[in-house]
């Protein structure tokens, strides 16, 4: 079945990759990149699809309820899909407004907007919203338990979207994601920083210890299972996505100086940030039974991306000489070094 996708926050990194997904793989859907273009948003990201006619961009808050059904209505959109957040976790530390005016009042109002039209409706939240997982792996069926603004800000739109299923009938699904890499990563995440730190021969500041544990996925499988879910989920249907394999953070980070030939002595352990969740873990077994898997193991996935961004200092480099470096001081410039125990970090 042929969809006409409202992609919000399709400029940004993971959205932009489900757009080349969407072009590459359905030849008769259309998609509207609907961006703001705030810090993390690009149309570099976008440049080789601007002259495709199944294309369509739209700059514009998705708070802006008349923006957003000007955009519905004039390019008979019938599937929304929401990738506009503010995602990162030490932005929703430092200024958190941001975050409840996106990724709740935005959210809000694209669900308002699809309950009239009785659209389709897809959310792409994250596995941060179970907060710190100390054994075992979460389930779709768990409780949520954000513990940064940003997690918070992201479960509460998630609870928007179930109380829209439930008390409207609208037809919407969820995924939530574990730690996607990929091309087009602004690097204020930490692969896509690390990886061009060590490409300028720069300090890694590792949290902590580096112990924590994440589930790195590469984002081309992510977006293979959001098209999936909203194809094939029920209406209601919560995912978890990823490769159900977590590595710790020092793991990532020997893979990356490996990859490159870099030197362990550019790590420096930093102070952690306040609330830093230790682990994440998904079950992934409700998405798999849907027919998905994932393509990568997170070090092939981080592997993957490092190679991209050393192939791809056009995209980096102008992003990391401008207002980039204020953000960079004001995260790290004032982290204290810390010893941490034997063995913690690689000889």
């Known amino acids: 079945m042929k969809r006409t996708w409202l992609v919000t926050?399709?400029?940004?990194?993971?959205?932009?990759?489900?757009?080349?997904?969407?072009?590459?793989?359905?030849?008769?859907d259309r998609v509207v990149v609907y961006d703001k273009l705030t810090y993390a948003g690009n149309l570099d990201n976008l440049r080789d699809r601007m002259a495709d006619p199944r294309f369509a961009f739209v700059h514009a808050d998705i708070c802006d309820r008349a923006a957003v059904e000007a955009a519905v209505d004039g390019h008979g959109v019938d599937t929304i899909a929401n990738f506009a957040a503010e995602t990162h976790v030490d932005r929703s530390?430092?200024?958190?407004?941001?975050?409840?005016?996106?990724?709740?009042?935005?959210?809000?109002?694209?669900?308002?907007?699809?309950?009239e039209r009785r659209l389709r409706y897809h959310?792409?939240?994250?596995?941060?919203?179970?907060?710190?997982?100390?054994?075992?792996?979460?389930?779709?069926?768990?409780?949520?338990?954000?513990?940064?603004?940003?997690?918070?800000s992201k479960a509460a739109g998630d609870l928007l979207?179930?109380?829209?299923?439930?008390?409207?009938?609208?037809?919407t699904t969820i995924t939530r994601g574990s730690n996607n890499i990929g091309p087009y990563q602004y690097p204020e995440k930490v692969v896509s920083l690390f990886a061009t730190n060590a490409i300028d021969d720069l300090p890694l500041p590792v949290y902590g210890d580096g112990r924590q544990e994440r589930d790195y996925q590469w984002v081309g499988d992510h977006c293979e299972a959001i098209?999936?879910?909203?194809?094939?989920?029920?209406?209601g249907d919560v995912f978890n996505v990823g490769?159900?394999?977590?590595?710790?953070?020092?793991?990532m980070v020997e893979l990356i100086l490996e990859a490159l030939g870099k030197p362990a002595s550019l790590i420096r352990h930093v102070e952690d940030r306040p609330g830093h969740d230790r682990r994440y873990a998904l079950d992934v077994s409700k998405l798999q039974a849907l027919g998905w898997r994932p393509r990568h193991t997170p070090q092939a996935a981080?592997?993957?991306?490092?190679?991209?961004y050393a192939a791809n200092p056009w995209w980096w480099r102008p992003i990391k000489s401008g207002a980039f470096r204020?953000?960079?001081?004001?995260?790290?410039?004032?982290?204290?070094?810390i010893a941490v125990g034997p063995g913690a970090a690689p000889a």
Do not use: C
């Open 243 to 251: 490769t159900g394999t977590s590595i710790t953070n020092l793991e």
């Open 9 to 28: 926050g399709g400029a940004g990194f993971i959205g932009a990759n489900f757009v080349h997904h969407l072009l590459d793989h359905h030849p008769d």
């Open 227 to 235: 098209d999936l879910v909203v194809r094939r989920g029920q209406p």
């Open 326 to 337: 204020e953000y960079y001081e004001q995260m790290y410039g004032q982290r204290k070094e």
């Open 123 to 152: 959310q792409v939240s994250t596995d941060e919203v179970y907060g710190h997982v100390p054994d075992g792996a979460s389930t779709e069926a768990d409780p949520i338990a954000p513990r940064s603004p940003y997690a918070a």
């Open 302 to 308: 981080i592997v993957r991306a490092v190679e991209w």
């Open 161 to 171: 979207v179930n109380a829209y299923f439930v008390t409207y009938g609208l037809h």
């Open 93 to 115: 530390i430092v200024a958190p407004d941001a975050f409840i005016h996106t990724d709740v009042l935005g959210t809000h109002t694209l669900l308002e907007v699809a309950r």
